[in-house]
């Protein structure tokens, strides 16, 4: 996502918040500050405190790979399957 849809999105949700979880990348080559700027807008309207932001330790879209492996970093298991499995599974439709 780019910067430009960050802000899109957090404006549609200013007019109907609902719970949020947001992921993004410490290794994201391509839009390393979307999440975290999508996450302070949503942040700014949630009272029920059901805003949430996830960083791991991925590249653009590598939370959707069972890959364990980061250039020559191996991080002993899939770094994506946790973040699936425990987060996105359990987080509400995004908006």
């Keep these: 996502m780019?910067?430009?849809g960050a802000r899109a999105r957090g404006a549609r949700a200013a007019r109907g918040y609902r719970a949020h979880a947001l992921g993004g990348?410490?290794?994201?080559?391509?839009?390393?500050?979307?999440?975290?700027e999508e996450y302070a807008r949503l942040e700014a309207?949630?009272?029920k405190h059901?805003?949430?932001l996830v960083l791991?330790?991925?590249r653009h879209g590598?939370?959707?790979f069972p890959l364990r492996h980061l250039g020559n970093l191996d991080y002993t298991e899939p770094i994506g399957n946790e973040y699936r499995a425990r987060i996105e599974a359990?987080?509400?439709?995004?908006i």
């Design 2 to 4: 780019t910067v430009f």
């Design 25 to 36: 990348g410490t290794y994201d080559q391509e839009d390393l500050y979307g999440p975290q």
């Design 45 to 47: 309207h949630d009272r």
């Design 50 to 52: 059901q805003n949430f």
């Design 56 to 58: 791991g330790p991925w």
């Design 62 to 64: 590598y939370w959707s």
């Design 90 to 94: 359990n987080s509400s439709p995004t």
